[in-house]
């Protein structure tokens, strides 16, 4: 397709649970980021990933997050014993620039649900 | 520490103009983005300011001043469809940096 796709659009979990974000970013984008959106709230930095390689993964809330891009295209972003918490929309973003700055293209989103 | 400050809600009427403000306090700095978030959408990009000074794009304008850490976006000849969030992002060298959105609810 054309633009960021992220399966599944919805998920909902129990707590303790193992939850798997894909992100399928758009064809050539070097460039791709993981944020988090509560409600009410701006997009929170999770992860950000030049290539294969993740560059900067300071916005990783604990070591339950866990984020890959093996093959420098799709990415899945792994929750493992999820938590209330965990709540939220889970957003992908990929650029095409290969240095910062530029603007990103978003996904939809996977909301995510843990009861 | 990264702080970007903006208004929560803003209310406006159809047809007049609105500024949003954003006020912002980061470890770095290479321009400074407004994005648009419809509910239940994805943000969508509106404008970038790296240079001080004013970016005019159609009904839509955005405002730099780095030695203030001051930026806004101005909304003019506002239509029911502006009704959305508004996010200010700074470009901290290699991620953005989002503000917490501002609401703007436009009224017939």
């Known amino acids: 397709g054309a633009g960021v796709s992220q399966t599944p659009s919805n998920k909902v979990t129990e707590k303790g649970k193992y939850v798997e974000l894909r992100c399928d970013p758009i064809s050539g984008h070097t460039a791709l980021y993981w944020y988090r959106q509560s409600l009410g709230q701006g997009p929170e930095f999770l992860i950000y990933f030049q290539g294969t390689g993740a560059a900067d993964d300071s916005g990783l809330p604990n070591d339950r997050f866990f984020a890959v891009r093996p093959e420098g295209s799709v990415s899945t972003l792994k929750i493992q014993r999820t938590e209330r918490g965990d709540s939220a929309v889970y957003l992908c973003?990929?650029?095409?620039?290969?240095?910062?700055?530029?603007?990103?293209?978003f996904g939809e989103g996977s909301r995510l649900t843990v009861l | 520490g990264q702080n970007i400050d903006q208004p929560t809600e803003m209310t406006a009427t159809e047809g007049a103009i609105v500024q949003i403000n954003c006020t912002y306090q980061t470890s770095g700095f290479n321009g400074l983005f407004w994005y648009q978030q419809h509910a239940g959408e994805a943000p969508t990009f509106l404008s970038y300011n790296v240079l001080d000074g004013l970016e005019e794009k159609g009904r839509f304008s955005s405002f730099l001043s780095r030695s203030k850490g001051y930026s806004y976006l101005l909304l003019k000849e506002l239509q029911m469809k502006d009704s959305a969030s508004y996010l200010c992002a700074v470009d901290n060298t290699d991620k953005l940096i989002f503000g917490t959105g501002t609401r703007l609810q436009v009224f017939p």
């Open positions: 973003a990929s650029s095409p620039v290969v240095a910062a700055t530029g603007e990103l293209f």
